[in-house]
């Protein structure tokens, strides 16, 4: 039994930073590709981050890259996502989830991964 849960939403001024957790249990996490996504309200969950077994290959989207990075700790189970300079349209909740094995595009799709964690809620203010 997989299970993935997230830490580390909130509230947080625009310009301002974040970090999101992800602890994973159930498998060995090192084996795994990880992605970060994120839902807004009336919006279809998007694709953000996603890093390798590893950590050699990180993927990012065009709207966040160069303010948010992925990494994970292999030991800790843990996938993390450090949000700088956020916007308001940064808010939503985010997601991470866990896949075998993807590739180009396909670590870019929700349909790719496997399991899922429940979310946790960010908002950007004005």
């Known amino acids: 039994q997989v299970q993935l849960v997230e830490s580390g939403g909130g509230l947080v001024q625009a310009g301002g930073s974040l970090r999101l957790s992800c602890a994973a249990s159930g498998r060995t996490f090192s084996r795994y590709y990880m992605g970060w996504f994120r839902q807004a309200p009336g919006k279809e969950r998007e694709f953000v981050a996603a890093?390798?077994?590893?950590?050699?290959?990180?993927y990012a989207a065009d709207s966040v890259r160069g303010r948010f990075t992925i990494s994970r700790d292999n030991v800790r189970n843990t996938v993390y996502l450090q949000m700088n300079s956020a916007k308001p349209e940064d808010t939503a909740v985010y997601y991470c989830?866990?896949?075998?094995?993807?590739?180009?595009?396909?670590?870019?799709?929700?349909?790719?991964?496997?399991?899922w964690g429940q979310g946790t809620q960010v908002t950007v203010s004005s």
């Open positions: 989830a866990l896949v075998y094995d993807c590739s180009g595009a396909g670590c870019f799709d929700v349909k790719t991964y496997e399991y």
């Open positions: 890093i390798s077994r590893h950590g050699g290959s990180t």
